[in-house]
């Protein structure tokens, strides 16, 4: 009788695991997901190579580089560890908002304090009384960026600094007034060494060139390592706006230490929960279908008419684009973060490089979240 039984209950298990093999396989995260998108935008000429990493707090759960770091099959091939990009605006979400973050929890910059309390230069201007928080959350009504014309007037870094109307230039100018020295130097000791970030830098090294994907053509050279950005370039390669390069995986470290909420991979904090909610929950909605900003970041809507977060991702997610064809986007509902970095701005093949991007980069963020939500489901 008892063996009757046990055999029964064995035979029931195994027709459960044969119908759970037989059931048709969600999304999950594989290259059979990922390939055919970020391939696409290679083969419309919007980008000569691409580097994602799609991960958790606790895990990268994919990560590949595909094509070359220029469009000859000779150059070297795209590694997520390796290769580094030029981040372009995302410097001020890795860089200057998390030295901000550190300054605020530190009692040393506050959040409502006009930003003169820090640059007494500019007081008796009309950015006197604009505030750190207006500053982060691009409500000053100052310009994002300092118009080419104006730029290329300016003979110096010196002549920038006194002109300066861009709002990441002004933080990152706050960060060097308060700490004493340059925004680079403040936040690869306070920030990237703590978290391991080898391959992330402003002005990288010559002898790292052949591993930096290019960004422009000059006399018909690829340009890298080389800031593609001219306020920054004015401004000797370090600015709040611009200047950082870092390889994918590096970004997906960072990401996971937002998605900790600021713990160190050891468990030890760098930031203290509360701080890094406070800059990253929505703080501007300008509505009508536009953007809508956090402390430093960009938050959802993105006002973009493919947003470069997908149609998945969560209200609370976060992340930031940067002109060079850079990306990353972290939903702290699903614990997921999407990094997609690409040199769109180095010779692009396509008509409309820019547009087809942004199909991958919205592509991309759907693929992942639902491969999240079917690894979450019952």
Do not use: C
């Amino acid at each position: 009788m008892r063996a009757a039984y046990s055999g029964r209950v064995v035979l029931g298990l195994i027709l459960l695991l044969q119908a759970a093999s037989a059931a048709p396989a969600g999304p999950s995260f594989d290259a059979a997901i990922f390939d055919p998108l970020v391939l696409d935008g290679i083969r419309q000429g919007a980008y000569a190579g691409a580097a994602l990493v799609v991960g958790r707090r606790d895990t990268v759960l994919f990560a590949r580089g595909y094509g070359h770091l220029t469009w000859s099959a000779a150059s070297r091939a795209v590694d997520p560890e390796s290769t580094l990009y030029d981040l372009a605006s995302l410097t001020k979400v890795v860089a200057t908002t998390p030295a901000l973050m550190l300054l605020v929890e530190r009692g040393r910059v506050r959040l409502d304090a006009p930003v003169a309390t820090y640059l007494p230069e500019l007081q008796g201007t009309r950015t006197a009384a604009v505030t750190m928080r207006q500053l982060l959350a691009h409500t000053s009504g100052l310009r994002a960026d300092i118009p080419d014309p104006v730029l290329k007037a300016l003979p110096d870094s010196a002549a920038v600094m006194r002109r300066v109307l861009s709002e990441a230039i002004l933080l990152g100018a706050v960060v060097q007034r308060v700490t004493g020295e340059p925004l680079d130097a403040f936040v690869a000791r306070e920030l990237f060494a703590p978290l391991g970030l080898a391959a992330t830098m402003f002005r990288p090294p010559v002898r790292l060139r052949s591993r930096i994907a290019p960004t422009g053509v000059w006399r018909g050279h690829p340009v890298a390592g080389v800031v593609n950005d001219g306020s920054a370039f004015k401004l000797r390669g370090v600015s709040g706006n611009a200047g950082l390069f870092a390889s994918a995986m590096d970004l997906a470290r960072f990401a996971r230490f937002m998605l900790r909420e600021g713990a160190l991979p050891d468990g030890r904090r760098l930031l203290k929960p509360e701080t890094v909610r406070l800059f990253t929950t929505k703080a501007a909605d300008f509505g009508h279908g536009s953007e809508a900003r956090a402390l430093g970041w960009q938050a959802l809507p993105t006002g973009e008419t493919v947003s470069s977060a997908g149609t998945l991702f969560g209200p609370r997610s976060y992340g930031h684009t940067g002109w060079t064809g850079t990306s990353l986007w972290i939903d702290p509902d699903r614990d997921l973060f999407v990094v997609l970095l690409t040199n769109r701005a180095y010779a692009p093949r396509a008509r409309r490089p820019f547009t087809v991007l942004k199909g991958v980069r919205g592509r991309v963020a759907d693929a992942a979240a639902r491969a999240a939500d079917a690894s979450h489901a019952p």
